[in-house]
């Protein structure tokens, strides 16, 4: 079965510092892959999305991510943390075929920010 | 553009009641899909409807039904809720076209069962 899985539940790092966010996938075929983004009390941004091409995708407020492979990982990075990125991120499958609106989400990682 | 709009925003029941939660998609989207986030499970897919068919489903017993409009706006039902059902309930709509795409979720609805 497709899965998603997210190795960090928290992180914190200080503010300036680079940040990586792991997400590791389960699929048959080449996957349609999402990092989104959620605020406390609030919906989901997206954040990057990666369907085909050039492995190493950009994203809104910063952020990257590349997809491997070899490796079934899609890490999310940003090489300078903002005290706004605070927040959870949440990777995600989406799987393609007559069977759309289905995302598939690993549990989350909750990013803190030090000052 | 607006986005998703979602309502109530909150929401308290208790046992045994139904509930019933309306999602407005973005304008010329013809798919919504409905998640439910919870701490213990995360994020779960509950179906999706595209032109007022229900197109996928997830694994959630028949207390948890949907429809669509020819508008495409969507509404969830939920039939003798249970405490487990407390959740964030969230909306998500994309054009609906075979390519998968993205999906703009909105704020959601948190409903609470007592």
């Known amino acids: 079965a497709q899965s998603v899985t997210q190795p960090d539940i928290h992180i914190t790092v200080s503010e300036g510092a680079s940040l990586e966010l792991r997400c590791n996938y389960s699929y048959g075929a080449t996957p349609y892959l999402f990092w989104y983004v959620q605020s406390p009390g609030q919906g989901l941004q997206l954040l990057l999305k990666?369907?085909?091409?050039?492995?190493l995708v950009q994203g809104i407020k910063g952020f990257e991510a590349e997809f491997k492979r070899s490796q079934s990982s899609f890490n999310l990075r940003k090489p300078s943390v903002h005290w706004s990125d605070a927040a959870e991120y949440f990777c995600?499958?989406?799987?393609?075929?007559?069977?759309?609106?289905?995302?598939?989400f690993g549990k989350g990682t909750k990013l803190s920010v030090k000052p | 553009k607006a986005g998703v709009t979602q309502t109530p925003r909150y929401l308290i029941k208790t046992r045994g009641q139904q509930v019933t939660l309306s999602c407005s998609p973005i304008?010329?989207?013809?798919?919504v899909s409905w998640y439910q986030q919870t701490p213990g499970q995360g994020l779960q897919f509950l179906f999706e409807y595209f032109s007022e068919t229900q197109r996928n489903k997830g694994n959630f017993p028949g207390r948890f039904s949907g429809r669509q409009f020819s508008n495409s706006r969507s509404e969830m039902n939920v039939s003798t809720l249970e405490l487990g059902d407390s959740a964030l309930y969230l909306c998500?709509?994309?054009?609906?076209?075979?390519?998968?795409?993205?999906?703009?979720f909105g704020p959601g609805t948190r409903l609470t069962v007592l």
């Open positions: 304008s010329g989207h013809r798919s």
């Open positions: 998500a709509s994309s054009d609906g076209t075979p390519r998968v795409d993205e999906q703009f």
């Open positions: 990666y369907f085909s091409g050039d492995t």
């Open positions: 995600a499958v989406a799987l393609y075929g007559g069977s759309q609106g289905n995302l598939i």
